[in-house]
């Protein structure tokens, strides 16, 4: 059965021991691989690191912001997540929101509610092989501060058991790809919790994974640190869709990380695009 830790300190490995050095839009450098797939079991434990510390507040707040098709900062910041700031006060924006990013296309690409009609499919043709969701919207890339990193993502159902898959194009793998995980290990165990189904594998498909270089000798105190054991989670509603055509989220009290002990935190500075 394969682990999220495992997976990850192999990753960050090969991006340190074999990665070629590449430039990228902040101007930090990097040492990156191409097409690595990264994979967990659920009945292991919910993947979050325990090598460093991880937000699960910010990871939960993440979800829970795209499920509900929103795209402001104010969401976000009032709970705690400041991230995306940056990003926003480079860009030419001044309306409060990241453009029409992954919770618009979840919710509403071109009108159709994609997150609805995978919770109806995967009640009602769960063999389907169409229970995908997509972010990549070219015709409004132009007005996003960020085009999605995490593009897509797939579900598969069989013997009441649901994986899910991830595409990723760009995996900042010290800081980004963490919450990464988290964020679809939750999404996946929702959509488990609210079919009546069995949590199976949860698999990353990763383009561009990258270090940037001043994360570097971070990523060498990650690889030192050894394993612990993966938390639970408590989730007390999953996702449903209702008769009225719209989708029942859980509420932020409804979902918790019981028995995390990770090592403390490493400082990494976050890059962004100049």
Known sequence: MTNIENEYKKLLSEILDRGLDKSDRTGTGTKSVFGRTIRHDMSLGFPILTGKKISFNAARTELLWILQGRTDLKYLEDNGVKYWRPDYERSSRTDETLGPVYGKQWRDFNGVDQLYNLVYSIITNPDSRRLMVSAWA??????MVLPPCHYAFQVYINNGVIDLMWQQRS???FLGLPYDIAMYGLLLEMLAKGADLRAGQLIGQLGDCHLYNNHLQQAKQYRLRSKRALPKLQLERGINANLLG?????DASEIKLLKYNPY?????ELSVGK
Not at 138 to 143: G, I, K, L, S, T
Not at 246 to 250: A, Q, S
Not at 264 to 268: G, Q, S
């Open 138 to 143: 070219p015709h409004e890339m132009n007005d």
């Open 171 to 173: 995996a900042d793998v």
């Open 246 to 250: 719209g989708v029942n989220i859980p």
């Open 264 to 268: 403390p935190a490493i400082k990494a």
